[in-house]
């Protein structure tokens, strides 16, 4: 396979992030504020495949550039239930990810209080701590978590992502909430993602609480417009250096029906269009990009189930 087939045979994606330049804006002046010791929570809100991880993958990019220690958690649908998840998925990222020497302190002086949620960061750990009631060791544990991530801070600026927290327990959520008011000095920066269609009603009450005290930087991302459909197209064929009519190819009856099925969701662009590359509706011959004549345009099974579970 030569260097264009190579190209031409890459699954369709986007190169570049499209439609989102004022809201990465507002971004990147948060790193630079964070940067500067003015500590923020931002809220990335959207649909699913709305764009949500490209923007947080772009930010992280930038983060890394200014110097910041970037550390990435998740939530899942099982963690609805299960305290601290994704804090111990950033910690375990956290820890697997650096350089052990650089943070023997900081972890040490985590190991002891937080071995009862995560054994595996002190493994010889064999001394009981005092048993408190419930509210008390949340308090503890809120309290020795946020010295740990304002410690990190004091060595360069953090930025710590939480994905999905839709799916988040409520303890988690507190404790961001907690970490968000003790951070506000600090080179310190909180990105939270969540689905704004999913949310349940702990989320709702952290959302509406960090409203009230005016604590969160909210960005909602919205469905591309039909010319960033177009210029999204543009990207994805130019980005593997092929030529191909653009007046019949892009800004015909297949951006009408790309733009029509998929609602301007940048994910079930790239779904749909690699449907129609697989099928062979679409397709490279000497040096152009072409669609089969007669053929239609049809939204894969997964985009119809998606776009279903938004009506």
């Not at 089969?292 to 119809?304: A, C, D, Y």
Request: proline letters at 6%; charged letters at 20%.
């Amino acid at each position: 396979m030569n260097a264009m087939e190579r190209a031409v045979n890459r699954p369709l994606l986007c190169p570049k992030i499209i439609g989102r330049t004022p809201e990465f804006a507002a971004l990147g002046l948060l790193v630079e504020q964070a940067k500067g010791g003015q500590g923020h929570i931002a809220l990335i809100a959207g649909e699913a495949g709305i764009g949500k991880s490209r923007l947080v993958s772009e930010l992280k990019a930038l983060a890394v550039v200014k110097g910041f220690l970037v550390v990435q958690g998740g939530c899942f649908p099982t963690d609805l239930t299960y305290p601290y998840a994704p804090l111990l998925d950033l910690l375990r990222s956290l820890v697997a990810s650096n350089p052990k020497a650089s943070l023997t302190t900081a972890v040490e002086t985590l190991a002891r209080d937080i071995f009862p949620l995560l054994p595996e960061l002190a493994p010889d750990q064999t001394t009981p701590l005092p048993r408190l009631e419930p509210e008390q060791e949340k308090h503890r544990l809120f309290a020795v978590l946020a010295t740990f991530f304002l410690h990190l801070s004091t060595q360069s600026p953090v930025l710590l992502v939480i994905e999905d927290a839709h799916w988040s327990d409520d303890t988690s959520l507190d404790f961001l909430h907690y970490l968000t008011r003790r951070s506000a000095s600090q080179p310190l920066l909180l990105l939270v993602t969540y689905r704004h269609e999913e949310m349940q009603p702990e989320l709702s009450s952290w959302l509406a609480q960090l409203d009230r005290e005016r604590l969160a930087h909210e960005i909602r991302l919205v469905p591309l417009a039909r010319n960033e459909v177009d210029t999204m197209l543009s990207a994805i064929f130019e980005e593997r250096h092929t030529s191909f009519d653009m007046r019949r190819f892009l800004h015909g009856e297949l951006l009408d029906a790309l733009y029509t099925l998929t609602e301007g969701n940048p994910f079930f662009v790239e779904e749909t269009l690699s449907s129609l590359f697989a099928a062979g509706d679409i397709f490279y011959v000497q040096g152009y990009w072409n669609r089969k004549s007669g053929s239609e345009v049809s939204i894969p099974q997964s985009v119809q189930d998606a776009v279903q579970r938004r009506t």
